[in-house]
């Protein structure tokens, strides 16, 4: 998770019970969602209620 994203959510955790979090990568990585998934507990104390980790296909 880029460093950027985790300030604004360290920084608005208290309003962060309930939530979930749609990300679109371009490359294929094995438990992606689950370390984002786990990332964001750590963070807000709260797991969230989706991760959605979608894969964007690019082409030169």
Same mark, same amino acid.
């Not at 939530?19 to 786990?38: A, K, M």
């Given at each position: 998770?880029?460093?950027?994203?985790?300030?604004? @959510?360290?920084?608005?955790?208290? #309003? &962060?019970?309930?939530?979930?979090?749609?990300?679109? %990568?371009?490359?294929?990585?094995?438990? /992606?969602?689950?370390? @984002?998934?786990?990332?964001?507990? #750590? &963070?807000?104390?709260?797991?969230?209620?989706?991760? %959605?980790?979608?894969?964007?296909?690019? /082409?030169?």
């Amino acid at each position: 998770m880029a460093n950027p994203l985790k300030s604004l @959510i360290k920084r608005e955790k208290d #309003d &962060l019970e309930n939530y979930s979090l749609i990300s679109c %990568c371009g490359f294929d990585r094995s438990g /992606q969602q689950e370390s @984002i998934t786990h990332q964001l507990a #750590d &963070l807000t104390e709260h797991l969230p209620k989706a991760v %959605c980790d979608t894969k964007l296909c690019l /082409q030169a």
